[in-house]
Every structure is written in structure tokens, then in C-alpha cells.
């Protein structure tokens, strides 16, 4: 789910930063004005996230944080991940609390798990994974599991390997 930002939208913003850095716009155009399938391969720039400073780097923060209100996007919740600010913590929980994709729930989990720990991530991602019967979700799980499990305790990912079965260890 992505939508792209009106140029009002985006001047609210980028009218506070007198000269944007060259970083600074490959952020937007990586997650605010580029194609949206940079976002939807999950091809945008994460290095922007270190090499973002001062209010370049709290715009940039805001953007993500104030879109993902709008909308359920993927990349903004890998974002967040990254640069793991609390204020994320409210909109990631209502987004697992009312999304009706599991797929972008899990994202949501994933980020909030990063963050603060989130105990319901693993068994709900255990989950997911043994459900075998729902082909697009386990073929999207197979597919991106690394970014799943990436930061879990290595007994928790054993268990979501387990669960997940192929193509790690045949149908369980």
C-alpha cells in the first residue's frame, strides 16, 4: 500500500531545510517522490539513516513517522526499524491492531519488536509461518524471512525455521 505525496504535501516539510543535502534527496526520492516500486521492492537507500544529521535527519524521521498514519507502507515500517524512534511506538501498534493483511502486520510487529521488544512478534510470526495453507503468505515468508528474523534470539529463529519448514528443513 503506497501512495505519493502532493508537492504541498511535501514543501511543508522540505520548506524548513534552507539547502537539502544531496542525502537528503535521495530520501525523498527513495520513500516520498520516486517510483513507487523503489518502495514496493524494497530497493530505497536504508544508508540514508546514517548519514542523515541534525534537521535533515528529524524531517526525514517526521515524514516516515507521519505518513505510516496515512498509510500501511512497508518501507516506512523497515525505516523505523532502523532508526527506531519511540514516537513510531502508538501508530505500529494501532497498525497491528487494525490491519487486515497479515503480511503488513507482521512488518508492523517486526518494527515494534525492534524498538521495544515487542513480546507477541515471535509467536506471531511462529504462527504465520506454520500456516502452510495460505500460499501467498508463505511464499512471501520463504521469500523475505531473513528480514523477519533478522535481530531475533537464535533459539527463536531455530523455532521459526522449524515452522516455516521449506525450504529449510521439508514441510513440518
Same mark, same amino acid.
Given at each position: 500500500?503506497?501512495?505519493?505525496?502532493?508537492?504541498?504535501?511535501?514543501?511543508?516539510?522540505? =520548506?524548513?531545510?534552507?539547502?537539502?543535502?544531496?542525502?537528503?534527496?535521495?530520501?525523498?526520492? =527513495?520513500?516520498?517522490?520516486?517510483?513507487?516500486?523503489?518502495?514496493?521492492?524494497?530497493?530505497?537507500?536504508?544508508?540514508?539513516?546514517?548519514?542523515?544529521?541534525?534537521?535533515?535527519?528529524?524531517?526525514?524521521?517526521?515524514?516516515?513517522?507521519?505518513?505510516?498514519?496515512?498509510?500501511?507502507?512497508?518501507?516506512?515500517?523497515?525505516?523505523?526499524?532502523?532508526?527506531?524512534?519511540?514516537r513510531?511506538?502508538?501508530?505500529l501498534?494501532?497498525?497491528?491492531?487494525?490491519?487486515?493483511?497479515?503480511?503488513?502486520?507482521?512488518?508492523?510487529?517486526?518494527?515494534?519488536?525492534?524498538?521495544?521488544?515487542?513480546?507477541?512478534?515471535?509467536?506471531?510470526?511462529?504462527?504465520?509461518?506454520?500456516?502452510?495453507?495460505?500460499?501467498?503468505?508463505?511464499?512471501?515468508?520463504?521469500y523475505?524471512?531473513?528480514?523477519?528474523?533478522?535481530?531475533?534470539?537464535?533459539?527463536?529463529?531455530?523455532?521459526?525455521?522449524?515452522?516455516?519448514?521449506?525450504?529449510?528443513?521439508?514441510?513440518?
Open positions: 500500500m503506497q501512495r505519493t505525496m502532493s508537492s504541498k504535501e511535501i514543501a511543508k516539510y522540505t =520548506d524548513q531545510i534552507e539547502n537539502p543535502s544531496e542525502i537528503f534527496k535521495i530520501f525523498l526520492h =527513495d520513500y516520498v517522490t520516486g517510483n513507487s516500486w523503489i518502495r514496493s521492492r524494497g530497493d530505497e537507500d536504508i544508508s540514508v539513516w546514517d548519514k542523515l544529521k541534525g534537521n535533515e535527519l528529524a524531517i526525514a524521521k517526521q515524514i516516515i513517522l507521519d505518513e505510516l498514519k496515512t498509510v500501511p507502507d512497508g518501507s516506512y515500517m523497515r525505516a523505523i526499524s532502523i532508526f527506531k524512534d519511540k513510531a511506538i502508538p501508530i501498534t494501532s497498525l497491528i491492531d487494525t490491519l487486515p493483511y497479515l503480511d503488513l502486520k507482521l512488518l508492523a510487529a517486526k518494527s515494534l519488536y525492534d524498538i521495544t521488544g515487542y513480546k507477541e512478534y515471535v509467536p506471531m510470526l511462529e504462527a504465520a509461518c506454520k500456516n502452510h495453507d495460505d500460499d501467498m503468505l508463505y511464499n512471501y515468508l520463504k523475505s524471512i531473513s528480514q523477519f528474523t533478522c535481530g531475533l534470539k537464535k533459539r527463536d529463529k531455530i523455532k521459526i525455521m522449524i515452522a516455516l519448514g521449506e525450504p529449510f528443513l521439508g514441510k513440518v
